[in-house]
């Protein structure tokens, strides 16, 4: 299942930069185009960041994380880039 969270964590971050590059790039430059992404990047993504969420509550017992890496762990699903910070810093020497 970790390497599971693992391959989540970074289709999340990929689909969190994608969101933002269709909503700062392309809608800027044409937005009918950024229109018809924006229901499914945004539908990817969430799917994504659900399943990051639940593997994280999922394996928070089986990692022995405490309060304090959970919560890391949880907010950088919130902040560019974290979920890449998380896969390296985390789940690479659990693995």
Not at 4 to 16: H, N, P, Q, R
Not at 29 to 56: C, D, K, Q, S, W
Not at 76 to 91: D, Q
Request: avoid cysteine; proline fraction near 3%; glycine fraction near 6%.
């Amino acid at each position: 299942m970790l390497k599971i969270f693992k391959v989540t964590a970074i289709l999340e971050g990929i689909s969190y930069l994608v969101l933002f590059a269709n909503m700062l790039i392309i809608k800027t430059n044409n937005p009918e185009l950024y229109h018809t992404l924006l229901r499914p990047l945004g539908m990817t993504h969430g799917v994504l960041f659900i399943g990051y969420i639940v593997l994280a509550f999922l394996l928070k017992k089986s990692q022995n994380w405490d309060l304090k890496t959970f919560g890391i762990i949880l907010i950088a699903s919130l902040i560019p880039f974290g979920t890449f910070y998380i896969e390296k810093k985390y789940l690479e020497t659990n693995a």
